[in-house]
């Protein structure tokens, strides 16, 4: 049977920024998604990437003395490599200065073009360049852009625009059609409420400099860098080249990951874009809330009050920062994020549940069955086993939480099996059947059960915590759980083979100070 496929996206960054921990918090997530498809057997594409062209780019050019494109390629690196630090498993990476990209956006504009849905006029109206977003005098707040708060410039010009206007109610009988469309439901709620209000046609092309693509049926005209953006989602797939196959395995998408901010891009634009090209919508655009400072205020640097990757990852390890984010924010809210709550749920759940649980029964298989996985007797078939009642159902339990893009209720559930390991172990009292000759059956029955627990944990937060489920499993002497496409299979009770070296090694999750 072929393998179903998965498509999931970030947005791409603008390449003019640093990646920070909001571009780092929306790839984390697409990430985990991407990889628990891929242990469940699905035929993933994860496509993350760079917003390359526009005013601000230009802009940011020049004060540097470089050209756009020398510009461009001076930021790539920091993406890549924080994305490689992160574990991010992306399967492409697309810059939208690339060839295939730019052949394809005009390959779009010509189709919408072509079906009658562009026409010129002049655009009047204001311009937040920061944002790269187009405004009315009614949509400003006290003058400035109501999104970021900056200045905005006006804008007179000669413009292509696209004929959005015409899709209000197309796309509000989309949504009624496609009630999970747009996710979560507060922010089609927006989304309907914008539509509402009154629709204007978009202008999609400008003059007043050239960084961008070129409409190929007036040339002295670039895309307008949003659109030439949105297209990046099939470009990455092959649209525009000769190749289709990529396009026709994935498209439409099964999930857009993006932040709430820019969800009229992704919800009212990009859709009517695709209806007018005559071509299917995705599945589902899902908006994430912002992540705020501890006090609930926005971070900012001058505030002094900002996170930073690089700054995390040294404090908390890769996989910690990877699990909090993902386990204690609730995907579609904002989140205050501080270093105390960090600490709390790291001891908590990582320290003292996960880490703590392998490290006593590693050391006890170690210390009383020569450092290998016990056989089990005979005698313990009938014995209640409640970590593998629990276990049993975990996989339906923790997939329908991640097709649901639940991660705290993933995370809870298996976390739910590591507490009772680590509270079985404590009425078991391995260290006391050990002293007693008529107790070894029950000693290796128990240890067995708590390994066979780390194992399956292990396993499923691979998805969350590639490193540490790696490095779990090679201590167990088990294959890499990052490879594996039947986890379902896998993650059934008694998998671990009897014999197994275990080994021993540093804490997974060092307890950390207040
Ligand atoms: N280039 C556009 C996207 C084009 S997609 C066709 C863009 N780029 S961006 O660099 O500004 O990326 C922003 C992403 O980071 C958005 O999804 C945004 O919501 C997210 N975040 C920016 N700050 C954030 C937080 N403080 N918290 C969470 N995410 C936030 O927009």
Known sequence: MSKQPFYISTPIYYVNGEPHIGTAYTTIAADTIARFARMDGRNVMFLTGLDEHGEKVAQAAEEHGMTPQEWCDSQVVQFTDLWKELNISNNDFIRTTQERHMVGVAQFMQKLYDNGYLYKGTYDGFYCTPCETQYTQGELVDGKCPSCGRDVHTVHEENWF???????DKLLAFYDEHPNFIRPQIRENEVRAFIESGMH??????????????????????????????????????????????????????????????????????????????????????????????????????????????????????????????????FGSDGNIGHDRITQVYNADLANTYGNLFSRVSNMTIKYFDGKVPELPAECTDMPNPLKEIADGLYDTFSACMDNV?????????????????????????????????????????????LETCRIAALLLSAFMPATSAELWSRLSLGDPCAVENARELSAWGGLPAGNTVTKGDALFPRLAK
């Open 162 to 168: 696209f004929k959005l206007s015409e899709f209000g």
């Open 201 to 330: 046609d978009l202008s999609v092309s400008r003059t007043a400099f050239d960084w961008g693509v070129p409409l190929p049926f007036d040339p002295e005209h670039v895309t307008y860098v949003w659109v030439d953006a949105l297209i990046n989602y099939i470009t990455a797939l092959g649209y525009g080249s000769d190749d289709m196959s990529k396009f026709e395995t994935w498209w439409p998408a099964n999930f857009h990951f993006v932040g709430k901010d820019i969800i009229r891009f992704h919800c009212v634009i990009w859709p009517a874009m695709l209806m007018a090209a005559g071509m299917e919508c995705p599945e589902h655009v899902f908006a994430h809330g912002f992540l705020m400072a501890a006090d609930g205020s926005k971070m900012s640097k001058s505030k002094g009050n900002a996170l930073y990757p690089h700054e995390l990852i040294e404090r908390y390890g890769v996989d910690a920062y990877r699990y909090y984010f993902l386990s204690d924010v609730t």
């Open 406 to 450: 639940d991660y705290g209720g993933a995370c809870s559930a298996v976390m739910e099996l590591l507490h009772r390991a680590n509270l079985y172990v404590e009425e078991s009292a391995p260290w006391n059947l050990a002293k007693n000759e008529d107790t070894q059956g029950e000693l290796a029955f128990v240890l067995y059960n708590a």
